[in-house]
């Protein structure tokens, strides 16, 4: 695959910067929807699609920060984000490009920042792979799991990145619905996870700080996700049945009248090493490339 190159782009309250990989004989981005495939994260970085781009070596391949994270600095101040926000960035880039409509894998926040884009400009997107959206709106424990980001998010205010970050772990691991009287389990200790204990005083984290509300607090507007042309495929990994983001994407999956579609490994199936994590990077790649190759 060609080497990266990267752009930056100037939105409302941010600069976002981007990286465009040319594929095998597409020398050319703009006006090349048919190859170009977008990798979509939130609040992970674009590093973390190395591998996962490395399996796309035929098509453009497009990632990006999201704004406030690794290169791309916000510029209006704000402390939190929205999906809405996000999509309009991921909107500017494809128009910047001049590459709609395009194919989208996104993970995590990104799939649900990609299902916002989509209901907003259905026409820049072909397919939608979105992979593990960790909305609580459609879960049925729905109100507990607001209550349980919301008790995350004022952890991280009130005493730092350890005590938010060692909760975040094990909500996210967890299997099963959360009882209504979570709040007297025992509290999660960041020894447990080698996390600092001590606060080093920063409230700028991007999962804990700017988007852990706005990503899990976002409801899907089902008719417009189904009335757009965008094909949209909601998928899993298979190691994470049970767990808050696969419930969430089973949910969606649901609510848009489609199946899910189970891919290789866990959240992080894709990841090859990028931040010391592995999953099935090979397998999910297959996969991948067969849902995005499958007739509408």
């Known amino acids: 695959m060609a080497e990266a190159e990267t752009r930056t782009l100037a939105t409302a309250g941010a600069t976002l910067a981007y990286d465009i990989r040319a594929g095998r004989g597409d020398g050319a981005t703009e006006g090349d929807g048919g190859g170009t495939l977008f990798l979509v994260g939130s609040p992970m970085s674009a590093a973390g699609f190395d591998t996962l781009a490395s399996h796309f070596p035929e098509r453009t391949v497009v990632t990006y920060d999201p704004r406030g994270v690794g290169r791309s600095s916000r510029t209006d101040g704000a402390t939190q984000t929205t999906p809405e926000e996000h999509a309009d960035d ?69 005493e730092g990145m350890g005590p938010a970050m060692a909760k975040f772990i094990a909500v996210t691991s967890r299997k099963g619905p959360f009882p209504a009287d979570w709040a007297d389990e025992p509290v999660p200790s960041p020894a447990d996870f080698g996390l600092p204990s001590e606060d080093d005083g920063t409230r700028d984290d991007p999962l804990l700080g700017q988007n852990l509300l706005g990503c899990t607090g976002y409801r899907p507007d089902f008719a417009a996700l189904r009335a757009a042309s965008t094909r949209i495929v909601i998928a899993a990994g298979q190691e994470s049945e049970g767990e808050f983001a696969a419930r969430a994407a089973a949910a969606i999956a649901d609510g848009l009248g489609g199946e899910l579609a189970v891919f290789p490994s866990h959240h992080g ?5 990028e931040f010391g994590q592995h999953g099935a990077p090979e397998a999910f790649a297959k996969a991948l490339r067969h849902t995005l190759e499958a007739p509408r």
């Open 90 to 158: 991921l909107r500017q880039v494809i128009e910047a490009l001049g590459a709609g409509p395009v194919d989208v894998f996104a993970s995590s926040g990104g799939a649900v920042n990609s299902l916002a884009l989509v209901e907003r400009h259905g026409d820049l997107v072909r397919t939608l792979v979105a992979h593990e959206p960790p909305t609580a709106q459609v879960v049925p424990d729905r109100e507990v799991m607001l209550a349980v980001c919301a008790d995350m998010h004022a952890t991280y205010l009130r």
């Open 269 to 273: 199936g894709f990841l090859g090493g």
